[in-house]
C-alpha cells in the first residue's frame, strides 16, 4: 500500500523542542537548578539526604538491575527501529502478525513500556500490540527541524506501511491521545471509515499498585541510581 505522507505536519503547531541544542541546553538549565537546590538547602535537608543508608542505595540498585534486564530481554524479543522522514523512531511489536494491530503512543516523560502491565493482556485478546517511543523519549531522539505531534502522526502513518498494516487501532494517553487525535483526521479518509479507530484513552492503572509505570533504563540520557 501506498500513503501520503507528511500531510499532517504542514500544520504550524510546534509541541517539541525544535532541536537538540536547545533540548540540551534546558538539561543543563534543569541540572544547574538541582546543584544550586542542594547547595542552598537547610542544613536539616542535607543531613538527612546524607543518612540514605547502604541498603537503601543497595535495594535501589537491585531493582533498577532487574528492571534495566527485563527491558533488554524485551528489546530483543520485539524492539525494532523505522527511519522516516523525521526521525528514526524506536517501537516495539508485540502479539500474533495477523491479529488487528494497535499502534499506541505514551504519555509525556514515559516510553514504549508504559503500556507494558496491560500488554499480556491485549496480546491475547487477540491484538498485535505496537507501541512507539515518540521524539526525546525512550530510544528516539529528538529531530533537528522543528516538529509537532502532527509529525508523530506522519511517522505513524510510515510506520504503518513500513509494516504491511492497512488497518489499525490508533490509542494513546496523555500526550499519546493529543497524538492519536492529530492523526485521526488526516489519515482516516485514506481507507474505508472502518480503516482506523480512535481510542484517546485515559492511563489504565498502568503501574503496579495503581502507581506509574516502572522505569525504562536505557531511555535517551537515563541513568541508574
Known amino acids: 500500500m501506498t500513503r501520503q505522507h507528511g500531510v499532517a505536519s504542514r500544520r504550524p503547531l510546534v509541541l517539541f523542542g525544535s532541536h537538540r541544542h536547545g533540548h540540551r541546553a534546558r538539561s543543563c538549565i534543569a541540572c544547574t537548578a538541582l546543584l544550586l537546590g542542594a547547595l542552598f538547602a537547610p542544613p ?37 527501529y523505522v527511519t ?38 491485549l496480546v491475547a485478546a487477540p491484538l498485535r500490540v505496537i507501541s512507539i517511543d515518540y521524539y526525546g523519549h525512550g530510544l528516539t531522539p529528538i529531530p533537528a527541524h522543528p516538529v509537532s505531534v502532527y509529525h508523530v502522526a506522519d511517522d ?44 484517546p484513552l485515559a492511563p489504565p492503572s498502568l503501574g503496579r499498585n495503581g502507581g506509574w509505570p516502572r522505569p525504562c533504563p536505557g531511555r535517551s540520557g537515563a541513568e541508574g541510581p
Do not use: C
Open 156 to 199: 505513524i502513518a510510515f510506520l504503518m506501511d513500513h509494516l504491511g498494516i492497512g488497518r489499525a487501532i490508533i490509542g494513546g494517553w496523555s500526550r499519546g491521545a493529543t497524538i492519536s487525535s492529530a492523526f485521526y483526521p488526516t489519515y482516516a479518509e485514506l481507507h474505508t471509515s472502518t480503516s482506523h479507530l480512535l481510542i
Open 44 to 80: 536539616t535537608l542535607r543531613v538527612e539526604a546524607q543518612s540514605t543508608t547502604t541498603e537503601q542505595r543497595e535495594r535501589a540498585r537491585t531493582v533498577y538491575d532487574r528492571a534495566k534486564a527485563e527491558v533488554a530481554e524485551e528489546e530483543t524479543l520485539y524492539g525494532g
Open 84 to 121: 522516516t522522514p523525521n526521525v528514526r523512531m524506536h517501537y516495539l511489536d508485540r502479539g500474533p502478525k495477523d491479529a488487528m494491530a494497535l499502534i499506541w503512543a505514551h504519555g509525556t516523560t514515559t516510553s514504549a513500556h508504559d503500556i507494558d502491565e496491560i500488554v499480556d493482556g
